[in-house]
């Protein structure tokens, strides 16, 4: 049996626990948070299961901010992906069982036959969680609860996810704006207006990888892989310009800090490698994308001997010896975001190339987080993060002192960037 809470003097009634689960159901699973509204929420107080009706054909509408409120009051409430829960409910006391339940192999298919069947015949129906029956709901997010009730207490390093989380999320919420005419020529959503309105396109991170680096493919569009081509002219700014703000060197840079070398500010770190490689001081435009591809495989393929002679590469040989033996005493590593990587057939090589993207993305967090602040009351907005660039939608409101504040932020602690500015993201 289940019980429905549809009015806010039901909800009073109800006692406020120390740990609740909740699943927030939107109107449509495939719309975007931002342009899709709740449905129902799943509340379980590990006693009960419950049904917040917000906005289905079978309950009058509980108000979401009552909803909010009440459990605003419990001290932690368990949820799957609170990226997309934080687009409707503000709950700081949040806890996100997706990123305990990483490499468990953990089962969340617990759709019913119901939701399987308006899938796959009303699959972009705006309103189609609206139509399916709230016992099925219950059903399915009962399910759900059953595999989080598995996880916890091995929750761990809570506050650094959140942060991850809303920074994020910050950045996806601004969407994107689009030149619609060159848009349709070069893209084709899987269904348009799921992820486009007004003018605008919404991206969406995925936060859930093993070495917490984010992918970004959503409604048929990968936007950490668009082309480098004409097509990126579909992209334009809502503000005045784009300025791409790309590292440079950002993985060599990222192990150097961690390695306490010193590298230089003033150049490339290409061409500084590289006037190593070729004993000379002027490197050609050759050499230099030469020097890049010796670098990069020193990083990816292994550090060969020929380049031992390189402090750098003598320092990074010994840590990833020092890691290989670290995995092999105690079956994982710690990778920066705290997190233990154990991995099948595991090789020295792949293991540091794991713990740079970890710490790749550790890093992007604390720039981001400093730029959330630091653009708070600005009009320029943070609107992509593509692995080592980030993408600024910038006013000249803002003056270039914030221009500059931006680059500052992002260079701190030894790091170098290079700019490019375009009316589009054809940047090239």
Sequence with gaps: MYYIIETDEQLAKLPTPDKCFIELVAKSDEAHPSLT???VIYYNDFEKGYVFAINHSEGFNLSIEAVETFL???NKVYLLNQKRHSYYLNLPNAIDMLFTAIGLGKDFSCDTIVHKDFGYRHRYLANINGLIPICKHYERCECLFEVVKELIGREDNIDWQTIYVNVYKWVEEAGISINEKVFDKYYEPTWKVNSVKNGKIYTSYNLYNITA????????LNFLALNKDQSRAAFIPTNDFFADFDFDGYHLRLIANLLNIDLPTNKSIHTYLGTQYFQKEELTEEEYQESKKITFRQLYNGVEDKVKHIELFQYVDKFIQGMWIEYQQNGYIQLPNGRRLVQESPTPQKLFNYYVQCLETVNN???????????????????LVVYDSILVDFSKQDGMATYDGIKAILEEDNYMVKVKIGEDYDLR
């Excluded at 680096?213 to 048929?220: D, I, K, L, S």
């Excluded at 967090?365 to 609107?383: P, Q, T």
């Design 37 to 39: 509204t709740p449905s």
């Design 72 to 74: 605003q009051k419990c």
């Design 213 to 220: 680096r984010p992918t970004n493919a959503f409604n048929g």
């Design 365 to 383: 967090v604390k720039k981001l987080s400093k730029l959330k602040d630091y653009l708070e009351n600005k009009k320029s907005k943070v609107i």
